[in-house]
């Protein structure tokens, strides 16, 4: 069980990452110093709620990972880590993982069809091989930044979404 204090410090190292504001930290650091129910995770949820039955970690975990599926089928890239965002939105941390996830993929989106436009002028193939690599790179590097319970923001990501 994660110690109150515990529960502190991430909040503050979310705070640096800027993932939330002074104010926001203020207020959730009072809920957890004034909660007498130490049962609560870092999100003020009961540590018995699981998103489709996973961790917290494993649920943004496999919401970046997800992106992936679109190699095996077309489409399924897109479709299931918007699904898993928009399925539990209300937590908070999986709202921060999902906004990420679907800036990205709104901006890679405008990448490839950039590069596609640029064919014609000889960079575009070079433009739609980078965009791919960082792609892997991006997705590979935020997995690994939400296995450890961090917020994972992608490099190069517009953000669209706020």
Do not use: R
């Not at 999100?43 to 018995?48: I, Q, R, T, V, Y």
């Not at 190699?71 to 928009?86: D, E, R, S, Y």
């Not at 640029?118 to 590979?140: E, H, R, S, T």
Request: with cysteine.
């Amino acid at each position: 069980m994660t110690s109150k204090y515990d529960k502190i410090e991430q909040l503050n190292k979310l705070k640096k990452e800027g993932a939330i504001t002074d104010e926001e930290f203020e207020a959730e650091k009072k809920k957890i110093l004034s909660s007498p129910n130490h049962n609560m995770n870092l999100f003020g949820e009961h540590d018995e709620d699981h998103p489709w039955g996973l961790s917290l970690n494993n649920y943004c975990l496999l919401l970046h990972v997800s992106q992936f599926f679109g190699f095996l089928i077309p489409g399924l890239g897109l479709a299931t880590p918007i699904v898993m965002w928009l399925s539990n939105k209300e937590n908070e941390l999986v709202d921060l993982h999902g906004k990420n996830v679907a800036n990205w993929i709104i901006t890679k989106a405008i990448f490839y069809v950039a590069g596609f436009f640029l064919i014609f002028v000889f960079i575009g193939v070079p433009l739609l091989a980078a965009v791919a690599i960082l792609d892997i790179i991006f997705i590979i590097q935020a997995t690994l930044k939400a296995s450890k319970g961090e917020i994972a923001g992608y490099p190069l990501s517009i953000k669209f979404i706020k």
